[in-house]
Each structure stands twice: as structure tokens, then as C-alpha cells.
């Protein structure tokens, strides 16, 4: 069950990088003005078979995303990441606050044991005093 339910996260993955991706090409597409038949015969392909990868129906190899990219002059990476916020994740901003909310805990301990150390001074010398 555990295994059918990772494929079925990796294929929800899956599908939603192609389904990016092909709204990737078609923006970049429109903002060179130019309509599918043009794009597809830039890239030697059909029409429809560029058509399912705009519309996320077919997956890209690397050397297509390759094609596309120097087509659009951009790397692969801004090819896949493109419109993607630019911003950290949230629980990489997550990850840093507790990070700091344990740096302050840490010193407010460090700052504990130093009056336990001065409090224990003081009880010794009360000891002693008690002893004599």
C-alpha cells in the first residue's frame, strides 16, 4: 500500500512539473508571438505532438527542455523554475526562526547556570559557616 501510495505522490509530481512546464512553453510561446504550428516547425516536430507537451499530456526528455531553452535563450533550470516565486520555501524561513528561537533558549540556559554555579558558591560558604 505505502509503495502504491509514493508512486501515486511521484506521478502527481510528475504530472504537475509537465503541466508547468507546457504553460512554461506556451507563455514564453505567446510572448514571442508566435502560434504552436510556428514553435513546433522551429523544433522539427508535429503541431499535435507539440501540443500535448504545452498541454502537459507529454513528457519532455533533457534534450527537448534543451531545445526549448536555447530557443528561448534561457538555461534549463529557468526553463523549469520559470514563474516560480523567487522567494525562500517557507520551512526554509521556518527552519530559521526556530533556529534563532534555540540560539536565544541556549543562552538564556547558559545565563541559568551561571547562577546555579553562584548560588552553589553561596550555599557552600552558608555550609561552612554552619560547621564551625
Known amino acids: 500500500m505505502h509503495a502504491l501510495l509514493t508512486l501515486g505522490k511521484c506521478l502527481n509530481y510528475t ?3 509537465m503541466k508547468h512546464i507546457g504553460e512554461v512553453l506556451k507563455t514564453l510561446r505567446k510572448k514571442k508571438g508566435w502560434g504552436q504550428k ?3 516547425k522551429l523544433v522539427n516536430m508535429s503541431t499535435p505532438a507539440f501540443s500535448k507537451i504545452e498541454t502537459g499530456v507529454t513528457d519532455l526528455n533533457l534534450s527537448r527542455l534543451e531545445q526549448f531553452a536555447d530557443l528561448f535563450e534561457i538555461s534549463i533550470i529557468e526553463l523549469i523554475d520559470y ?3 523567487k522567494q525562500p520555501k ?3 524561513v521556518d527552519l530559521i526562526n526556530l533556529n534563532n528561537q534555540i540560539i536565544k533558549l ?3 540556559v547558559i545565563a541559568l547556570q551561571r547562577k ?3 548560588l552553589l558558591d553561596e550555599l557552600s560558604e552558608i555550609d561552612k559557616k554552619f560547621k564551625i
Open 83 to 85: 514563474g516560480q516565486e
Open 15 to 17: 504530472y504537475y512539473k
Open 90 to 92: 517557507k520551512h526554509i
Open 116 to 118: 546555579m554555579i553562584i
Open 38 to 40: 510556428e514553435l513546433a
Open 106 to 108: 541556549d543562552e538564556e
